[in-house]
């Protein structure tokens, strides 16, 4: 079956600019994940979905950043009146089931440039 | 403190030798899980291998291998037969009970030489 698919795959922003990220899991997958990924680095976490309800949003940087997955499906990241330290990897990450045995699955990634 | 450390910033490794990359972990939870991931200059991360913390044996996945010594807390990848394709960052990642998100290594950036 298909895999994460994430658009758009680049997107250049003026600082100021709203940007919508999207995230489409594999089908039927409970859980969503959104990363954040600095150039050399590893992912950080910025916020959590299991079906429609997002239970985790711990990592979201400040309150421009805001994400939504409203039929338990595709997520939307949107990150509004961004800012030149917005500029990174936007990772999602589906996992069948809500447990830590269930590895997570990625999506190629977004990355944003904000100039 | 929920922490993986990957000691190993860079390592060169000659085509067809194998290849250890260290993970070591921390966490108070009894129920845990460990996942490699590998990370090309495409940039998609590549789910590899996983553990269990009540997995007794040691998992393996075609070359890859987890070697899992639970009272040290270590966690490291064995890559045998290494193979140019094999070049890329790696990074270990740990699913705690206590927390929703991956706790992620550093990483390791792993090149082949031929």
Not at chain 1, 81 to 98: F, I, M, N, P
Not at chain 2, 8 to 22: H, I, R, S
Not at chain 2, 47 to 68: P, W
């Amino acid at each position: 079956g298909a895999g994460v698919s994430q658009s758009p795959r680049y997107k250049v922003a003026k600082r100021g600019q709203d940007v919508a990220l999207r995230c489409d899991p594999i089908s039927g997958h409970v859980s969503l994940f959104w990363y954040q990924q600095a150039l050399g680095q590893g992912p950080e976490f910025l916020t959590y979905f299991q079906n429609e309800a997002q239970l985790d949003k711990s990592g979201l940087p400040s309150d421009r950043f805001f994400a939504e997955r409203p039929e338990g499906s595709v997520s939307t990241l949107k990150i509004q009146r961004t800012q030149q330290e917005d500029s990174a990897v936007y990772l999602c990450a589906s996992r069948a089931g809500t447990g830590v045995f269930y590895e997570q699955y990625f999506g190629p990634g977004t990355r944003l440039t904000v100039t | 403190a929920q922490k993986i450390t990957q000691t190993q910033p860079g390592m060169f490794v000659q085509e067809k030798e194998a290849v250890t990359l260290d993970c070591t972990y921390d966490t108070s939870d009894q129920s845990y899980g460990l996942f490699w991931y590998k990370q090309p200059s495409s940039g998609e991360m590549i789910f590899l291998i996983y553990q269990g913390s009540y997995d007794e044996q040691n998992a393996t996945e075609g070359r890859y291998s987890l070697n899992f010594q639970k009272a040290r807390k270590s966690a490291n990848l064995v890559i045998s037969a290494s193979q140019l394709g094999d070049s890329a960052m790696y990074f270990c990642a740990m699913s705690p009970d206590s927390n929703y998100q991956l706790i992620w290594g550093a990483g390791t950036k792993l090149i082949i030489k031929p």
